[in-house]
């Protein structure tokens, strides 16, 4: 079954304790991203890969790290949380764009990770 | 930049009413425009998409029209069920080199019997 898998689904943890979300896809995708989820403030553009060692920063990358080592796998690192950081976080994929032809997102089924 | 918004919610409808979400957006060149729907305890899923003006794109009996001469993507459905009560987020991606998605920040739809 084509999918996203993120881990953990659930994630409670303390300020300064470094931390790491996986993310994997298995349907070949080059472009990978991750987004928070806010309320009032829907999804907010972490950072993204546009393929295997390519990252670049999205809306909101102050406080995150990413690698692309291989093209499956996209973490989510969190050197040292703070608590503005407890939010829900989603890791989505989708081929390259190849043209005018916009791949829409596939996504994972989110992390809700609280800081305190 | 580009910016998409949708109407406040929560949205609150009964079995067989007639569904309107309104989204609008501001995008320089020529955006691809998606409905997504994010179902409790999930992530988002594509409902539907349209790439050029005047496409309707359609799925699961909702539409949306894709109006540049408004700026407009609004979701329709003729008669919403409880299974349809879910969070439903607008999206606009250019095609630009990057392949970024800017998101509105989603309205809540609740069905009830």
């Known amino acids: 079954e084509a999918q996203v898998t993120q881990n953990p689904r659930y994630l409670i943890t303390v300020t300064g304790k470094k931390l790491t979300v996986t993310c994997s896809q298995n349907?070949?995708?080059?472009?990978m991203s991750w987004y928070r989820q806010d309320p009032g403030l829907g999804l907010r553009q972490i950072y993204y890969?546009?393929?295997?060692?390519?990252?670049d920063k999205g809306d909101v990358p102050e406080g995150y790290k990413v690698s692309r080592k291989e093209k499956r796998n996209f973490p989510l690192i969190l050197e040292s949380p703070s608590p503005n950081q407890t939010s829900l976080y989603f890791c989505?994929?989708?081929?390259?764009?190849?043209?005018?032809?916009?791949?829409?997102?596939?996504f994972g089924n989110g992390t809700r990770l609280t800081v305190t | 930049g580009d910016s998409v918004t949708q109407m406040e919610g929560p949205v609150t409808l009964s079995e067989e009413a007639f569904l309107t979400i309104n989204c609008t957006y501001t995008a320089t060149g020529y955006p691809s425009l998606f409905w997504y729907v994010q179902y409790p305890g999930e992530g988002l899923q594509l409902l539907l998409k349209a790439t050029k003006a005047d496409d309707k794109g359609s799925n699961k009996g909702f539409e949306a029209t894709y109006r540049k001469e408004t700026t407009s993507f609004h979701l329709e459905k003729g008669s919403v069920q409880v299974s349809d009560s879910a969070v439903y987020f607008c999206a606009l991606m250019n095609s630009g080199g990057y392949q970024k998605v800017t998101f509105g920040t989603g309205t809540k739809l609740q069905v009830i019997p």
């Open positions: 890969s546009m393929n295997v060692e390519v990252t």
């Open positions: 989505a994929s989708s081929f390259r764009n190849r043209g005018l032809l916009n791949s829409p997102l596939h």
């Open positions: 349907m070949n995708h080059e472009y």
